[in-house]
């Protein structure tokens, strides 16, 4: 028997043909991509946001992982199940942890190709600032991070608060008294001195030269203030504003030379939840004589913010090279300092 084809059988001949592909192809991908045969990671219910590169409707989550798959810009996924929605992402949830959210009808998986990718903050993917961390949703809770403030390509391990007033501190000095006696002066002149956090051998300084460093570097605008002194019991904790007043203290301790003019207290920092202190509720008595101001007239060198940062007239102050200082008396000499007692602690962060 002698067939014919016209052109309109052979297009709907080819038609079939691709749509029995097409159907069998996802019933393939299907079936290799659940987790019996394609050992993926999936979370039912969640998803990661703020990294959305590409949104489209897709016939499933097979479909939607065979895209990601084959686009080298993917590195995770969402599949909205209630839509058919399937989001492409640029990060994953071990890089934007802090993205990473619950939500309904939603599976988040990352790349079946096994391309990953660095969370900021690490060796390999190192951050400017601990504020820089945060920002990114890298954030992993208060800790240890790398960072690479000068852009250098040598990261150094840094201390980040993510905790204090939302996070993104980073910390320039950390002293916690190992034992009742003073520890030798150290005193680094550039940002490197955030590296220094986790010494038990030195008290950390940080000079004015450093600071500026610091803020040239990677950039600031707050101080956090933090100090308890096991003998008294009470703690010093707060920050400058990030207003005028806030901006002419930050300026006033990142100056490395000997200052003349001492910026105003009151209105210029924030007590955090954390402060129990009489220090910080009486700036208007801060200084030599009750003058609204902070440092003293015996520290206005390069020092200054380690050696005398605050006090009412020596009756409360925050002070760690001589005196020792947390909240209580700074006494005229130093033969009459209270001598630290082991865990005494200062933090001096910046944001």
Not at 10 to 32: C, R
Request: charged share 15%; with cysteine.
């Amino acid at each position: 028997m002698e067939l014919k084809f016209s052109l309109s059988n052979i297009v709907a001949l080819i038609l079939l043909i691709t749509v029995m592909v097409m159907e069998f192809h996802i019933s393939s991908q299907q079936h290799f991509f659940s987790s019996d045969y394609y050992p993926i990671e999936n979370s039912d219910g969640y998803a990661l946001i703020n990294s959305v590169y590409k949104s489209f409707s897709t016939a499933s989550f097979a479909t939607c992982l065979l895209a990601c798959e084959t686009d080298m810009t993917c590195m995770s996924l969402n599949f909205l199940m209630s839509t058919s929605t399937c989001d492409l992402n640029t990060q994953t949830k071990e890089s934007t942890p802090g993205y990473f959210i619950q939500r309904h009808n939603s599976i988040y998986s990352i790349n079946p190709s096994g391309r990953t990718i660095l969370r900021k903050g690490t060796k390999g993917k190192p951050a400017k600032s601990c504020l820089d961390v945060l920002n990114s949703g890298a954030s992993a809770g208060t800790g240890e991070y790398w960072l690479d403030p000068a852009s250098t390509g040598s990261p150094i391990q840094a201390y980040c608060d993510m905790t204090t007033n939302g996070g993104g501190w980073t910390v320039v000095t950390k002293l916690v008294q190992p034992s009742n006696t003073k520890l030798p002066l150290h005193q680094p002149s550039t940002y490197e001195v955030i590296k220094e956090y986790n010494r038990t051998d030195v008290n950390v300084m940080p000079m004015g030269t450093a600071m500026l460093d610091i803020k040239n570097k990677m950039g600031f605008n707050q101080i956090h203030f933090y100090c308890r002194k096991v003998s008294v019991g009470r703690v010093v904790s707060i920050m400058t504003r990030n207003n005028t007043a806030g901006q002419a203290v930050v300026s006033f301790f990142t100056n490395p030379d000997v200052a003349s003019v001492r910026p105003a207290a009151c209105g210029s920092f924030d007590i955090l939840p954390d402060d129990t202190s009489i220090l910080s509720g009486k700036c208007s008595e801060w200084g030599d004589t009750p003058a609204n101001e902070w440092g003293a007239s015996c520290c206005m060198g390069s020092m200054r913010l380690p050696a005398m940062a605050c006090h009412t007239s020596r009756s409360h102050g925050f002070e760690f090279v001589v005196y020792y200082s947390c909240d209580n008396k700074v006494p005229d000499g130093s033969s009459n300092a209270v001598p630290p007692d082991v865990n005494d602690t200062w933090r001096i962060s910046v944001r």
